[in-house]
């Protein structure tokens, strides 16, 4: 199995970025892929998550109506939309898959994922 993070980067605040992550070798057809991230000094915390079953997806209140979650099943991965950056944003972002779809509690579970990409790092800065 191998999970993919790819288009971090630095950006000015107020800019945009996509971050891809491409999942392959999965030994099962449902499955959730979640966003996670985590900045210097702070807990992990979930961004967004989406069930492959029925493209359903879930924020933190902290991302909702900045961030947009996609994903293209064919090819196995998810796409993360991010506007309007702020300086707050700056992480690691890494994500993770889960077996089956994205649980109530999924931003408090990322124990739960099997599989994780290696991260990708956003800056947001002046």
């Known amino acids: 199995v191998q999970v993919v993070e790819s288009g971090g980067g630095l950006v000015q605040p107020g800019r945009s970025l996509r971050l891809s992550c491409a999942a392959s070798?999965?030994?099962?057809?449902?499955?959730?892929i979640a966003w996670f991230r985590q900045a210097p000094g702070k807990e992990r915390e979930g961004v967004s998550c989406i069930s492959r079953s029925d493209g359903s997806t879930h924020y933190a209140d902290f991302v909702k109506s900045r961030f947009t979650m996609s994903s293209d099943n064919a090819k196995n991965t998810v796409y993360l939309q991010m506007n309007n950056l702020k300086a707050e944003d700056t992480a690691v972002y890494s994500c993770?898959?889960?077996?089956?779809?994205?649980?109530?509690?999924?931003?408090?579970?990322?124990?739960?994922?099997?599989?994780w990409g290696q991260g990708t790092q956003v800056t947001v800065s002046s």
């Open positions: 070798g999965l030994p099962f057809d449902d499955y959730a």
């Open positions: 993770a898959v889960d077996f089956g779809p994205c649980t109530d509690y999924w931003d408090q579970e990322a124990y739960d994922f099997d599989y």
